[in-house]
């Protein structure tokens, strides 16, 4: 069983190597009910922000600009359970405004949080760049494992 995780491993660090990805900034916190994190992104390229709840409830609400996003005023938002994504549009200007949102009554949100570059995607794929290929879903959950595996 070592054996295969060092490989599995190993296999994902080669996967995220070769792609063109890279995890520009990443945050791990804890909410209690109802509370929220801010965080501002400068950015290049748009960025796929990808919240994964470790315990409790997370969303994601995103305001271009220098202004806090909130419930009623946001460009984009992800209030889904499990793991939220947002892929910002290419015609969004820097810097965003993140807001994680802990959604659970009576229970304490456990998150991590990362914004991504995908070189290639924004190079690549200008025409088309709300359509998901089997690449992105692949990378999507590499960068997943190898975000809990580090």
């Not at 996003?69 to 992800?78: R, V």
């Not at 991504?116 to 200008?126: C, G, R, V």
Request: hydrophobic content about 40%; charged content about 20%.
């Amino acid at each position: 069983m070592l054996k295969l995780d060092r490989t599995l491993h190993q296999l994902i660090i080669l996967l995220v190597a070769c792609s063109q990805v890279s995890i520009q900034k990443s945050f791990r916190g804890v909410l209690e009910p109802f509370e929220s994190a801010i965080f501002s992104y400068k950015f290049t390229n748009p960025p796929l922000i990808i919240l994964k709840t470790l315990k409790g409830d997370g969303d994601i609400f995103v305001k271009q600009g220098n202004e806090n996003p909130t419930f009623n005023d946001y460009d984009l938002q992800s209030a889904t359970t499990g793991v939220e994504v947002i892929r910002v549009p290419e015609d969004f200007a820097s810097p965003l405004r993140i807001a994680v949102f802990a959604a659970k009554p009576y229970v304490n949100t456990s998150y991590y949080l990362s914004v991504t570059s995908d070189e290639y995607q924004s190079q690549e794929t200008k025409t088309n760049s709300e359509s998901w290929t089997w690449v992105d879903f692949i990378l999507f959950f590499v960068r997943i494992i190898v975000d809990v595996l580090l």
